[in-house]
Nanobody, 122 residues
Framework: RVHLVESGGGSVQAGGSLRLSCAASGYTGSMGWFRQAPGKEREGVAALYTGANSPYYADSVKGRFTISHDNAKNTLYLQMNRLKPEDTAMYYC??????????????????WGQGTQVTVSS
């Protein structure tokens, strides 16, 4: 398993932007971003296979969020634009996806970061 460290969260007004980063301690073939709001289950936001250029997005963020990965730095990014109050959550980076389901399924990842808070005010 890899060690993951997220950064880049914060508070922003609706319509604003934030960029999250997740540094991995080594190579991993799959990474994703997940979020969990108080009282809700953790949900998949975006994910990708690091060797392929085919990201996956939750419908709620399509067209607003962009996931990317820097292979040389083993770092995952999430560019979040046109943020909405409902995007408010703790955002987690995950790696080492186990096959057998959707790459956006939180239960199929073995490595997790500590999370970074994103708060969007109206």
């Amino acid at each position: 398993r890899v060690h993951l460290v997220e950064s880049g969260g914060g508070s922003v007004q609706a319509g604003g932007s934030l960029r999250l980063s997740c540094a991995a301690s080594g190579y991993t073939g799959s990474m994703g971003w997940f979020r969990q709001a108080p009282g809700k289950e953790r949900e998949g936001v975006a994910a990708l296979y690091t060797g392929a250029n085919s990201p996956y997005y939750a419908d709620s963020v399509k067209g607003r969020f962009t996931i990317s990965h820097d292979n040389a730095k083993n770092t995952l990014y999430l560019q979040m634009n046109r943020l909405k109050p409902e995007d408010t959550a703790m955002y987690y980076c995950a790696a080492d996806f186990r096959t057998g389901g959707s790459i956006l399924s939180a239960g199929l990842y073995d490595s997790w970061g500590q999370g970074t808070q994103v708060t969007v005010s109206s």
